[in-house]
Nanobody
Framework: QVQLVESGGGSVQAGGSLRLSCAASGYSVAFMCMGWFRQAPGKEREGLGVIDTGGTSIYVGSVKGRFTISRDNAKNTLYLEMDSLKPDDNAMYFC????????????????????RGQGTQVTVS
C-alpha cells in the first residue's frame, strides 16, 4: 500500500518561500508520476504540476516560474519549492501519485491519482 505524507507547510509573508515535502512509502517515487494540488477555502482543488519518472516536470500557468517540483529518489520524497509567494497561494497543499503504464504523466485530476496525501496548510500574509 502506497502512503503519502506531506509536511513543511506554515505561515510566511508575501514574497517569501517555502518548501513542502511529500514522503512516500510502499513504492519508489522514482517509478511514479507524482503531482501537487492545492485547495483554497471555497474553491475547487486545482492541480499545480507533475513530475514524470524521467524527472521532467510541467506546471499550470499560475505557478509556472515560481514553483518547482523535484524529487529525491534516495529519500523517496517529492518536493514543492515555492518562491515569490502571494496571498492567493493560501491553501491546503496535497501530493498525489500513480503508475499510469504507457500513459504520459500529465496534469490529471485529483481523483485520477490512486494515491493521495492528507495535505499541509500554507498561509501567506
Amino acid at each position: 500500500q502506497v502512503q503519502l505524507v506531506e509536511s513543511g507547510g506554515g505561515s510566511v509573508q508575501a514574497g517569501g518561500s517555502l518548501r513542502l515535502s511529500c514522503a512516500a512509502s510502499g513504492y519508489s517515487v522514482a517509478f511514479m508520476c507524482m503531482g501537487w494540488f492545492r485547495q483554497a477555502p471555497g474553491k475547487e482543488r486545482e492541480g499545480l504540476g507533475v513530475i514524470d519518472t524521467g524527472g521532467t516536470s510541467i506546471y499550470v500557468g499560475s505557478v509556472k516560474g515560481r514553483f518547482t517540483i523535484s524529487r529525491d529518489n534516495a529519500k523517496n520524497t517529492l518536493y514543492l519549492e515555492m518562491d515569490s509567494l502571494k496571498p492567493d497561494d493560501n491553501a491546503m497543499y496535497f501530493c498525489a501519485a500513480g503508475v499510469f503504464g504507457g500513459d504520459v504523466c500529465k496534469l490529471r485530476t485529483w481523483t485520477d491519482f490512486p494515491y493521495r496525501g492528507q495535505g499541509t496548510q500554507v498561509t501567506v500574509s
